[in-house]
């Protein structure tokens, strides 16, 4: 550096006093004060390219933040908008809901409205590819309203004109996808009953009203004989009687340090038609959480999923057991696997960033099978993958994930549940 | 052999060698009470000040460029309002007390408090309820028409909030701190009678505005006083925080100023008693720097603005609710690095606070550990700009604070706590002095600890070292460097001194003034020479003036 320069320099930022900006006293208080500088005037020249490129962040970035959270914080904006969307009572209301399970729509609410129950009408949207839209009433009566247990009627309609089918197995290929049209309407009555602070029994009646037929734009042709599966271009009647248990023994719900969790699902299904497709499903899942160190969390979950049809009955294609998808083999698109049972495993290790913020990893593996004498170390597909989880204790956890396969690399993101 | 760098060095630092000395240090401090209008009530908005202080500052340093070169050659900015003696004056912000002259017992106990709290021998009117925070409170005015608010403490945890903002007024207001007067009290529901139009304030926590507001009624109070004391004793303890004197107009701001007062010239984040109130933060592990926990009051008499500290039940062991945690002063709230270096190793890494035993044996004062604290590492709840510009020269001021303490002072100001277990609070005062040892130790090993020139008589220059003072250096195995300089560069005297005492040569008062450079050499230390200035007075010497360097 040139010594001239270097003059310079040790000039500005040594030996300039910067106290010499505050030379004069105050002789009369009307008037102002001088501001004193805390440096001198060459520095504050060298920094206003800085400060220029900090500026045009700060307004443009910076300053939006934060009005945002000026807004939503100080002025309220989101309790605003949810008084200008509920009635001065807070007995009927509407709210705004989003994810990528259900897709975009409206919760309609009412409170007290049929035997002091609380009525919902949901409607919601899904993306473009799927065009799917749903449209679910449930009448909720809480513990103690009509009986000790909560008892909730829930009529839930569903379209979806692109669904997937890949074939049966483990083994199905990506190249025989089938698009299929679906439409159904579920009636159901379900009770809940809390046994004990870790037990909570579930006991369902439905009526459901399905129809299966094939989308006739794609791919063009005639299905293979082979892969017609049971249930397609048929109009079901069915009635479901369903009982669910679960059983929690974890020591922070939505963020499990230690303890297990178990689900076991038993249902029959019962044509009420001509199509002989009554069927019986089982589920099995547990979870076990072990603490490693100072929050740092193993859990591993392990699963198995039957549907068994009995006699001459078969199992409809859209009722068997199915790995990929949101929860089991996240790598794989929804539906990849379907057969009549699947055998699935989970190692999952999730670690503190923040109070309420938890990196994951995780490891899924799975197979469907035909019969439970299948189970071999063959053709088990495996899917891997991290991603962050945001929770508050005692409400929701959100997820968001990123699972490879060897198929695809899928982004997900999800208000967790508890399986 | 080994000494020769630090010769070197010694001889560097006197500025520019043989040539001259810098000249005496020149400062004018401007008072801030004069009389201006009437400010606005600042509402600063606490998510947009963790937002501003977490990232947009953050980045703002970043790219000022001068800043960063100092920060990185070791001449960072220094404060602006110190005087020639590198001295923060009395003003509306700060007042000298213990750092300067001890204060007895007495004084300590007493405070701010100009009473013994509310008065009892009349009702005390309830003019509003406060219903959702985390401590339920309300405000009331006692015979005497004074105003307090009323903080009652969560039942599962007695004493703790109370007793916690009791002591930690006391130390700040010792220290030199405006605070207010706090009172550890016990409440008969049976004096508490209605103001006709009380109110009760629900959600006004954060200082935002309240969610709903209505005129309160008896029963309102009756479920306040049940969440307070769910056992029914005839006595609530709470705190009564008397209501501060003049006309609220808001927080005042770790950085910046305030344009509407015409007072405010000194960048506050420039500010001395700002930057180096970090040492005494770190001291009461009072990390919850946000701006609601500061109050500007403005006079209607006298016209000017006084600044306060205010809030306090997150320090020492509390965290206002409930007791602190490890990890309180090791890491901001949200802190970046800490999360980033979670993020990055899967969660192998794992933070020291984390490890650290979180016992809590009294929980009336509860958590106490001090194994993690160190204190040039400790951090408020969220950045601090004061704080982030603080130099060694602060951090001199503050630890001279720090240290001026007493073991009994300290038992003193914990005595004013009420602890109804002595051994609660003997362990609050140990806290205390471990900590104040602590920030001793560190800091007056890097720093140079001779302070409190004096002329003794007309030509002996008298001065103290405050490590060997606070007893954190051996006097026997200190001396002194000792070089006097006219103003011209010119050598006139070098020698190591056995005692803080320097007699003056007659001869050197044909200088106008001189400079006597001073450093204290022991094991163990490092720390750049101090310069005072002395010029020659018709008998004897005055001194001018004295420079300290980073």
Known sequence: MPPGIFSALLLVFFLAPPVLAQSTALDSTSTPLPRPRYRSLPEEAIAVPGMALYIIAERSVFSLGKYLAYGIWNLRLLDRAKALSTTADGRAGVRPLSSTHIGTGARLFYKNLFLNGDATLISSWGSSTTKSQRHKFQLYWPSGRILPGGLKFTADYYQRPKSNFYGMGSLSKLIDLVYFHRESLYLRLNYRRRLSPQLVLNAGLNYHYIDIRRNSSRPPGPLPAPLLPPGLATLAQYVETSATLNASFVDVPNSPTHGHRTLLYLGYTQSVDDNALSHLKLLFITEQFRELFYRRTLSLRLGTEWRLAPGANEVPFYELSSLGGTEYLRGYETGRFRDRGSAFAKVSYKYPIWKLLEGMLFYETGRTLRHPGDLNRKHWKSAYGGGLRFWVPEGFAFEQSVAISDEETRLHFDLSTLF | ?550
């Open chain 2, 1 to 550: 052999m080994s000494c020769c760098p630090k010769t070197l060095l010694f001889l560097l630092l006197l500025a520019g060698g043989c040539s001259s000395v810098q000249p005496p240090p020149q400062s004018y401090i401007y008072p801030d009470d004069h009389p201006i209008p009437r400010p606005k009530k600042r509402k600063p908005s606490l998510v947009v000040e963790i937002l501003d202080k977490s990232i947009s500052h953050q980045i703002k340093q970043l790219f000022d460029l001068p800043r960063t070169v100092r920060k990185l050659v070791g001449h960072p900015y220094q404060a602006l309002n110190v005087d020639a003696f590198d001295e923060v004056p009395n003003s509306t912000w700060f007042t000298n007390r213990n750092g300067t002259a001890p204060m007895s017992l007495e004084e300590i106990r007493r405070g701010p408090n100009q009473y013994y709290g509310p008065d009892t021998t009349g009702a005390w009117t309830v003019l509003k309820l406060k219903s959702t925070d985390a401590i339920p409170g309300l405000t009331i005015v006692d015979a005497r028409g004074h105003q307090y608010l009323i903080k009652f403490d969560p039942p599962e945890f007695s004493e703790l909030p109370s007793g916690t903002q009791t002591v930690a007024a006391k130390l700040l207001y010792a220290a030199g701190y405006n605070v207010p007067e706090n009172y550890v009290v016990w409440l008969d529901p049976k004096r508490l009678q209605m103001a006709t139009d009380a109110v009760l304030s629900v959600g006004t926590n954060d200082n935002r505005a309240p969610t709903s507001k209505r005129s309160m009624a008896r029963a309102d109070l009756q479920r306040l006083l049940e969440r307070a004391n769910p056992q029914g004793q005839p006595l609530i303890r709470a705190l009564a925080s008397r209501a501060l004197p003049g006309i609220p107009v808001g927080p005042w701001s770790y950085k910046g100023i305030r344009r509407d007062d015409p007072n405010d010239i000194y960048l506050h984040e420039h500010r001395r008693e700002i930057r180096g109130f970090y040492i005494i933060a770190s001291w009461l592990n009072h990390a919850n720097m946000k701006e609601e926990n500061t109050q500007d009051m403005y006079d209607p008499q006298a016209r000017f603005l006084t600044h306060y500290l205010t809030n306090f039940d997150g320090s020492i062991g509390s965290n206002s609710t409930r007791p602190s945690n490890p990890r309180r002063g090791q890491a901001n709230s949200f802190d970046l690095k800490d999360s980033l270096i979670r993020l990055v190793t899967l969660g192998l890494y794992v933070h020291d606070y984390e490890r650290a035993p979180r016992s809590i044996p009294h929980p009336s004062v509860g958590y106490l550990g001090n194994d993690l604290f160190k204190p040039r590492a400790w951090k408020a709840m969220y950045p601090v700009p004061a704080f982030e510009n603080m130099t060694r020269r602060d951090a001199f001021w503050g630890t001279k604070i720090v240290t001026s303490f007493t073991n009994d002072q300290i038992a003193a100001a914990v005595s004013t706590g009420a602890y109804s277990n002595p051994a609660a609070a003997s362990s609050m005062t140990r806290f205390l002095i471990e900590r104040r040892d602590r920030i001793g130790h560190y800091w007056f090993a890097r720093l140079n600890t001779l302070d409190r020139f004096k002329m003794a008589d007309y030509g002996t220059l008298e001065f103290t070292d405050l490590a060997v003072a606070r007893g954190y250096a051996d006097s026997a195995e200190t001396r002194y460097r000792c070089q006097v300089f006219a103003a011209t560069g010119a050598t006139l005297f070098k020698d190591k001194l056995k005692n803080t005492v320097l007699t003056l040569d007659p001869a050197w008062r044909q200088h106008a003034h001189i400079a006597v450079a001073l450093l204290a050499q022991r094991p163990h230390y490092s720390a750049r020479p101090i310069l005072v200035y002395l010029q020659a007075a018709e008998k004897g010497w005055r001194i001018i003036g004295l420079r300290r360097r980073d």
